[in-house]
């Protein structure tokens, strides 16, 4: 691949990666463009641009039996852009070398550092905070107790951590600075 095309191509992680590779890795990558126009992205990368034709498109404008759309709007019109851009959290954590993550759902609350240049599954449990102090708050037991009293959960040992129900809630030190 030549070298440039780092500009568009994000390694992509997801609660799985998390949780089952050692180094918390993402196992595969996707292709971003951001806000980028068609024009843009054909002119300046049209390698990557024929694989989201070939690939993505077919999927993004498929329709149903009545002929209407089966995606929500603009994938099936704008099939060449990352689907869940998330633009508040990207700006959010744009100076981090590294950002705390959690999968939402999964047996034990656990938080890791990773790279922030990725994209993260919406299934992720994003926190841009890039502290130790905010690791080990995080990772402390009153925190993991916290979670798991106000979580919902799914089955009878699985953790549905919601940000809003726990991270919110959560009676953190005054000098505790994440989003």
């Known amino acids: 691949l030549n070298p440039r095309n780092h500009d568009v191509i994000f390694p992509y992680l997801n609660g799985d990666d998390v949780n089952s590779r050692p180094d918390q890795s993402a196992s595969r990558n996707v292709i971003n463009f951001f806000d980028w126009s068609e024009e843009k992205c054909?002119?300046?990368?049209?390698?990557i641009f024929s694989i989201l034709e070939a690939r993505v498109k077919p999927e993004r404008t498929r329709t149903n039996d009545e002929g209407e759309f089966v995606l929500r709007r603009p994938l099936p019109h704008k099939s060449w852009l990352y689907a869940d851009k998330r633009p508040k959290?990207?700006?959010t954590i744009r100076d981090y070398?590294?950002?705390l993550v959690a999968p939402r759902v999964s047996k034990y609350v656990t938080f890791v550092f990773v790279p922030r240049r990725q994209v993260f599954m919406d299934k992720l449990v994003v926190v841009a905070n890039?502290?130790?102090?905010g690791f080990a708050i995080l990772q402390s037991s009153l925190h993991s107790d916290w979670a798991s009293r106000y979580s919902s959960t799914l089955g009878a040992s699985t953790i549905n951590y919601a940000p809003s129900d726990?991270?919110?809630?959560f009676p953190f030190p005054a000098n505790f600075d994440a989003e």
């Open 42 to 47: 054909l002119s300046e990368y049209p390698d």
């Open 89 to 91: 959290l990207y700006s």
């Open 97 to 99: 070398e590294r950002v």
């Open 130 to 133: 890039n502290s130790d102090a």
């Open 166 to 169: 726990c991270f919110v809630t």
